[in-house]
C-alpha cells in the first residue's frame, strides 16, 4: 500500500492534478460499518528510502482494533484503551527486525497520533524521575521547552506535538537512548543544532534553573 500510494502521488503530481504530495490521503474501507477511516497514526523506521505504516481504526462486534497493513499482511492488535498503541508497535517492529530493517523495535517512532488515543494510553504511564529540555528560537525569542518522561514496564516515553498538533511518541530502554532517540528528529527539523542540545534534568526542576534562564530573565516554558 506505501508503494502504491507513492506511485500515485508521483503520477498525480506529474499530470497537474495534486500540487503537493499531502493531498493524496490514504483511507480505509470498513466492511463492518461501510464508513471510510483516517489514520489513527502511523509508524516510522529510521530507513529513509521506506514509507510511514498507516495505522488504522478497525471496528467490529468485538470493538475497536488497530490494523497495520504491510507488504500484503495485516497486523492487528486490541485497542485496548490505547494500549494497543504499543502493543501493534511491538508486532510490527518485531516483524521489521525479522526482515532486516530495524535493530530494535523502538527504533520505529509512532506518529501524528490523535491526542485522544495519546490521553488514554497515558494514563497507563508512570511519571519518571526525569523530563527533557531543550531551547529552540520562535519569533525571534529563545524559549525553553520541557517534555515529560513516562515509564511502563521498564520502558521510557515522551511524546511532542508536530505543527498539525498531533502526536509523536518516542520510547527507549534509558534515558539517554530517549534523548538522543527525540535529539535526532530536532536537529533534522532544525529546531536544535546537536542532540547534546537536549538535556535530561530532574522533572522536579523549576523552568528558571540555568545560567542561560538567567541571561534570558523569564524565559518561556512550555510542553511541545
Do not use: C
Given at each position: 500500500?506505501?508503494?502504491?500510494?507513492?506511485?500515485?502521488?508521483?503520477?498525480?503530481?506529474?499530470?497537474?492534478?495534486?500540487?503537493?504530495?499531502?493531498?493524496?490521503?490514504?483511507?480505509?474501507?470498513?466492511?463492518?460499518?461501510?464508513?471510510?477511516?483516517?489514520?489513527?497514526?502511523?509508524?516510522?523506521?529510521?530507513?529513509?528510502?521506506?514509507?510511514?505504516?498507516?495505522?488504522?481504526?478497525?471496528?467490529?462486534?468485538?470493538?475497536?482494533?488497530?490494523?497495520?497493513?504491510?507488504?500484503?499482511?495485516?497486523?492487528?492488535?486490541?485497542?485496548?484503551?490505547?494500549?494497543?498503541?504499543?502493543?501493534?508497535?511491538?508486532?510490527?517492529?518485531?516483524?521489521?527486525?525479522?526482515?532486516?530493517?530495524?535493530?530494535?523495535?523502538?527504533?520505529?517512532?509512532?506518529?501524528?497520533?490523535?491526542?485522544?488515543?495519546?490521553?488514554?494510553?497515558?494514563?497507563?504511564?508512570?511519571?519518571?524521575?526525569?523530563?527533557?529540555?531543550?531551547?529552540?528560537?520562535?519569533?525571534?525569542?529563545?524559549?525553553?521547552?520541557?517534555?515529560?518522561?513516562?515509564?511502563?514496564?521498564?520502558?521510557?516515553?515522551?511524546?511532542?506535538?508536530?505543527?498539525?498538533?498531533?502526536?509523536?511518541?518516542?520510547?527507549?530502554?534509558?534515558?539517554?537512548?530517549?534523548?538522543?532517540?527525540?535529539?535526532?528528529?530536532?536537529?533534522r527539523y532544525g529546531a536544535v543544532n546537536t542532540i547534546n542540545d537536549i538535556r535530561a534534568v530532574s522533572a522536579t526542576d523549576k523552568p528558571a534553573t540555568s545560567l542561560m534562564d538567567t541571561i534570558l530573565h523569564k524565559p518561556a516554558?512550555?510542553?511541545?
Amino acid at each position: 500500500i506505501p508503494e502504491l500510494r507513492r506511485w500515485l502521488r508521483d503520477h498525480f503530481l506529474e499530470n497537474g492534478r495534486i500540487t503537493d504530495r499531502k493531498d493524496l490521503n490514504l483511507l480505509y474501507f470498513s466492511s463492518y460499518d461501510l464508513k471510510l477511516y483516517a489514520p489513527s497514526f502511523t509508524f516510522r523506521t529510521p530507513k529513509r528510502d521506506m514509507d510511514d505504516i498507516a495505522v488504522f481504526p478497525a471496528h467490529s462486534s468485538d470493538g475497536v482494533a488497530l490494523i497495520a497493513p504491510l507488504n500484503g499482511i495485516t497486523f492487528s492488535a486490541p485497542l485496548e484503551a490505547g494500549l494497543g498503541i504499543v502493543g501493534l508497535q511491538k508486532i510490527v517492529g518485531s516483524h521489521l527486525i525479522r526482515q532486516g530493517h530495524l535493530n530494535s523495535i523502538y527504533d520505529m517512532t509512532i506518529r501524528k497520533l490523535d491526542p485522544a488515543l495519546w490521553e488514554l494510553f497515558r494514563d497507563y504511564l508512570s511519571p519518571h524521575s526525569s523530563k527533557l529540555t531543550y531551547f529552540r528560537r520562535t519569533d525571534d525569542k529563545l524559549h525553553r521547552y520541557g517534555l515529560d518522561v513516562f515509564s511502563r514496564d521498564g520502558i521510557l516515553y515522551t511524546a511532542r506535538l508536530n505543527r498539525l498538533d498531533r502526536t509523536t511518541i518516542y520510547a527507549a530502554p534509558t534515558i539517554q537512548a530517549l534523548k538522543d532517540k527525540i535529539g535526532e528528529d530536532l536537529v533534522r527539523y532544525g529546531a536544535v543544532n546537536t542532540i547534546n542540545d537536549i538535556r535530561a534534568v530532574s522533572a522536579t526542576d523549576k523552568p528558571a534553573t540555568s545560567l542561560m534562564d538567567t541571561i534570558l530573565h523569564k524565559p518561556a516554558f512550555a510542553s511541545r
